[in-house]
């Protein structure tokens, strides 16, 4: 899907246009992955036996903490994954990632790249919320990576969404940083799989940091056109 750049004069565009800032700026090549994807009653049963694996956990801080287990949200046959990095109070009331202001930002940035939230899938790092929403501990980052990396078998995007420095630590350890990571297409091996991983800033550190945006929206460019590239129906 392209996006008509010579019709988008609404409101809407505007708004996104002030917001991050836009330039266009895009680059690298699609990776050929080859094996088969489950189907989805099989991703359905695995993510359900998944599922209970998480709540089956003892001895963690922050299950003690936390109301529920926020697990996912979005289409399990999605294409395109999105991780972050763990619920705050909002999520940890509903039950699903990505619902409080953060999770507003998300479906606008998804928005200006013509995607719709549904249509993607989305899931965490930790899936119990951290006490006063601190940062994952390194000892619960890993703890919970074991899941996640399962979690990201069983969906098994084409396109691999990381937002945040907690997401990238669980998945390319804490040799790397994000602001210097981000908008750079990465191979991530997973199972003897691989992922075709972009890595970006969290929806909540651009609240705090508005400034960043411009870079969060040159990183959505990025993922559109390679969608579009890839040939990827969304």
Known sequence: MEINRKNQ???????????????????????KRTFDEPNLENKQSLLENLKK??????????????????????NPSSPIMIIGEGPGQKEDEIGKPFVGDAGMLLNRMLEA????????????VV?????????????????????????????DPKILILMGGTAMEALFGQTLKISKERGKWKELIVNQKTYLTILTFHPAYLLRQPDQKKFSWSDLKMIRKKIDELKINI
Not at 63 to 74: A, I, L, P, T
Not at 113 to 124: A, D, L
Not at 133 to 154: A, G, T
């Open 9 to 31: 004069s609404d409101n809407n565009f505007e708004e996104v246009m002030d917001l991050f800032e836009i330039d266009y700026v895009y680059e690298n090549k699609p990776i």
């Open 53 to 74: 694996k998480i709540l089956s956990i003892s001895d963690c801080e922050l299950k003690k903490n936390s109301n529920q287990v926020v697990f996912s949200d979005g």
């Open 113 to 124: 790249i013509n995607i719709k939230r549904p249509k993607v899938y989305i899931t965490n």
């Open 127 to 155: 899936n119990y919320r951290p006490p006063n929403n601190r940062k994952p501990e390194l000892s619960e980052i890993n703890r919970y990576s074991v899941f996640l990396r399962e979690h990201i078998n069983i969906i």
